[in-house]
């Protein structure tokens, strides 16, 4: 079975066989999600005013529109904010003009890599007497003493 599909050039593209089913799955996710990559809508915008920058070393795209008064960045996969880069970052807010990859942008020796935010999974940070932690919390001392409905 084969499907013909047109592109954004309004060309009649090749069918669709099995490889192209890939781009087919592409494409129905872009419609029905917003934190894969980038909607339909985000697609027309930057094929009509979007001029393309550079990429980052995730794989990310970076676009301004043609007058320079906008910036906005295509993930790749999904939408992860904390996977910009601190000179795209700067970039992205018009912080500075100068774009990482053309400026040979080096990161601070004070400038950490990308660590993923594990809130909810396992590897979350739980503090000393966490009940998630397991461990046992140590006794109070001091002054203080706990309130119980007997006295």
């Known amino acids: 079975m ?19 089913r890939a781009a087919m799955k592409k494409l129905i996710i872009q419609f029905f999600s917003w934190w894969n990559g980038q909607t339909w809508g985000t697609r ?3 094929w009509r005013n979007g001029e393309l920058v550079g990429h980052d070393q995730f794989g990310n795209q970076y676009y301004r529109q043609k007058n320079g008064s906008k910036r906005w960045v295509i993930y790749k996969g999904l939408a992860e904010p904390s996977l910009i880069p601190a000179g795209w970052h700067g970039w992205m807010h018009h912080r500075t003009d100068e774009i990482p990859s053309e ?3 080096q990161a601070k ?9 594990l809130t909810g999974t396992a590897g979350a ?6 009940l998630l932690k397991g461990a046992q919390r140590d006794e109070v001392t001091g002054d203080y003493q706990a309130w119980s409905p007997e006295s």
């Open 2 to 20: 084969y499907m013909v599909i047109f592109s954004a050039n309004s060309q009649l593209s090749q069918p669709l066989e099995p490889k192209g």
């Open 44 to 46: 027309f915008f930057t």
């Open 103 to 105: 400026s040979n942008y």
């Open 109 to 117: 020796d004070w400038e950490l890599a990308h660590q993923p935010n």
């Open 125 to 130: 940070y739980r503090p000393k007497g966490s």
